[in-house]
């Protein structure tokens, strides 16, 4: 029912910036939770940020609380991740994901989202 895409990966070097952005489409964005994930090498995925559906709360892995900041602009069906200072253990493929959870849930759980992007390659060099 939705869609997905994440965008803004590249190559940088470590200590740089980043943003990446996240558009959905095919449902109503500000019914959803949304939230971002990683997958390192060789890696099982883990959480790294999310939202809520008016983007009054956010939650934020301990790694990243305080160089990541999670946003949203539900005008324009996007959520963000601004992601400062960035090292070699940030190189990640980052999935953008959507939960529609009425009753509760747990952030950090891959198991409370139902869509996901494509995911975006960030690398960060030394």
């Known amino acids: 029912q939705v869609q997905l895409v994440e965008s803004g990966g590249g190559l940088v070097q470590a200590g740089a910036s980043v943003r990446l952005s996240c558009t959905a489409s095919g449902g109503t964005f500000n019914d959803y939770i949304m939230a971002w994930f990683r997958q390192r090498p060789g890696k099982e995925r883990e959480f790294v940020a999310a939202i809520s559906r008016s983007g009054g709360s956010t939650y934020y892995a301990g790694s990243v609380k305080g160089r990541f900041t999670i946003s949203r602009d539900n005008a324009k069906n996007t959520v963000y991740l601004q992601m400062n200072s960035l090292n070699p253990e940030d190189t990640a493929v980052y999935y953008c994901?959507?939960?529609?959870?009425?009753?509760?849930?747990?952030?950090?759980?891959?198991?409370?989202?139902?869509?996901w992007g494509q995911g975006t390659q960030v690398t960060v060099s030394s």
């Open positions: 994901a959507a939960s529609s959870i009425t009753y509760g849930g747990t952030y950090y759980s891959t198991r409370m989202y139902e869509y």
